[in-house]
């Protein structure tokens, strides 16, 4: 941990030193270009078991963001300063705010001479404010050892800091159930009080509706073949621990897709634990803040005719490559393309495509791993075969021979997705009500 602060973490560490006061729990937001949907989170936040809690929000711009993204966070400086005052200086690029059970530590990279580099928005904005938050757990003014992660969309539930309390022991990360909710939607200022009154008014979008689906697909899919990646890699809704955000020297400085390649580091590492309490609430908004990602697919929906999904045989190959490590692990010596020939192959799988896909991708002509364990050969190879590798498996199985299709098809032909009985799947057609789609998309896991 002294290592990654000394070496890996960024220079706004420096900023822990100023920070006198202690805290229960620690979350960082990153913003950019954001207006009222910050007062719902910030206002979301509830009391934490372990004492008061600690925002860290990085306002951030980069040298090639749009105008309207520095004239927002201008505002939101201006509203700061309107509703809370000028706060403490921490020194040079942070202000500590106290706010009901808790403080705001704001740290500014929106400043015309503090922007962030090109291409490395999010990610390092993430980065910025997590690695603060460990440097503040390293010199004992954090007592979780979680540092929460989420975005300023968003709503938390009020039992957000209690539900890592019964995390186990070797858990690297935790995942929150979540839900996407629409963008303008009504938030019940009770909901802290009364977790299972009604939190949101308003019907989802189609699109949005799609695109989750779309989400729990994947992920069902991933568990269905036995991938040990099987979670939700989505930033909002992610919590790591302190001691392995280090290990695998934090969030990537990406512009997108740094909660993906960190929570892969994380599972290898130790356990991404999903928890079961109430769902963060992810607001559906439209956005062209990164290339990929909720707003730019919900964006990008408006010019589609249905969002389509991996063909269901794609986790079928999957599935047959995931029981070949298993071979692979206990029989070392053969080369894993031999023993993936010689593998008991369930019926319907092509085995000339299935080593076409892992040829393209460089997965088969690997070395021999030489642990002494079959358990620890198979942990080695499924961290070489890592959700990087999954994921670029499933696009060479799609580009080679198994197209997408489109949705409605393939959630009545997935066996890993269990149909409500009142949808007739003969009738369940791409432009579907949001009512079956919605139905859908709770028999793949979302929160009601």
């Known amino acids: 941990m002294r290592q990654y602060l000394d070496r890996h973490a960024e220079p706004e560490v420096a900023i822990a030193t100023a920070v006198t006061r202690r805290f229960g729990h620690v979350l960082a937001i990153p913003a950019a270009g954001?207006?009222?949907?910050?007062?719902?989170?910030?206002?979301?936040?509830?009391?934490?078991?372990?004492?008061?809690?600690?925002?860290?929000?990085?306002?951030?711009?980069?040298?090639?963001?749009?105008?309207?993204i520095s004239d927002a966070n201008l505002a939101l400086f201006e509203r700061l300063y309107r509703d809370w005052g000028a706060g403490h200086s921490c020194a040079s690029l942070g202000r500590l705010y106290d706010r009901p059970h808790g403080a705001l530590l704001l740290v500014d990279?929106?400043?015309v001479d503090r922007k962030l580099p090109a291409k490395q928005g999010v990610g390092l904005a993430r980065k910025i404010g997590a690695d603060l938050a460990l440097a503040l757990w390293q010199s004992d003014r954090i007592e979780s050892p979680w540092i929460h992660c989420t975005d300023a969309d968003v709503v938390l539930p009020s039992d957000?800091?209690?539900?890592?309390?019964?995390?186990?022991?070797?858990?690297?990360?935790?995942?929150?159930?979540?839900?996407?909710?629409?963008?303008?939607?009504t938030r019940n200022a009770h909901a802290r009080i009364a977790p299972h009154a009604t939190r949101t008014e308003g019907s989802l979008s189609r699109a949005a509706l799609e695109y989750e689906i779309s989400l729990r697909y994947y992920v069902r899919g991933l568990s269905y073949a036995g991938s040990p990646f099987a979670f939700h890699t989505i930033g909002s809704t992610m919590a790591v621990r302190a001691s392995a955000y280090a290990q695998t020297r934090g969030f990537p400085r990406r512009l997108a897709a740094e909660d993906f390649y960190l929570l892969n580091k994380l599972a290898k590492v130790g356990r991404v634990d999903i928890l079961t309490g109430l769902p963060i609430d992810l607001s559906s908004r439209l956005s062209q803040r990164v290339p990929f990602g909720t707003g730019r697919a919900l964006t990008d929906a408006r010019r589609m005719h249905g969002r389509p999904l991996y063909h269901p045989a794609v986790f079928d190959y999957l599935a047959a490559w995931q029981s070949t490590l298993l071979a692979i692990a206990h029989s070392p010596e053969t080369q894993h393309r031999v023993t993936l020939r010689k593998a008991e192959i369930p019926a319907g799988i092509d085995l000339d495509i299935l080593e076409g896909a892992l040829d393209s991708i460089g997965a088969i002509d690997r070395p021999p791993v030489r642990a002494k364990s079959p358990q620890v050969r198979l942990k080695q190879l499924e961290h070489a075969f890592d959700a990087g590798r999954t994921l670029k498996l499933i696009h060479a199985l799609r580009d080679l021979a198994l197209p997408s299709i489109p949705l409605h098809k393939a959630v009545v032909d997935a066996p890993f997705v269990e149909m409500p009985s009142w949808v007739e799947p003969e009738k369940f057609e791409i432009r579907s009500e949001t009512a079956t789609l919605e139905a859908i998309a709770i028999a793949l896991g979302r929160p009601q």
Do not use: C, K, T
């Open 160 to 185: 957000y800091f209690e539900q890592p309390m019964s995390a186990s022991p070797d858990a690297s990360a935790l995942a929150y159930r979540y839900r996407h909710v629409p963008e303008n939607v």
């Open 34 to 68: 954001e207006g009222a949907s910050l007062h719902d989170v910030l206002s979301s936040i509830p009391v934490g078991p372990l004492g008061d809690v600690l925002v860290i929000l990085v306002v951030n711009a980069s040298v090639d963001s749009p105008r309207w």
């Open 109 to 111: 990279r929106a400043a």
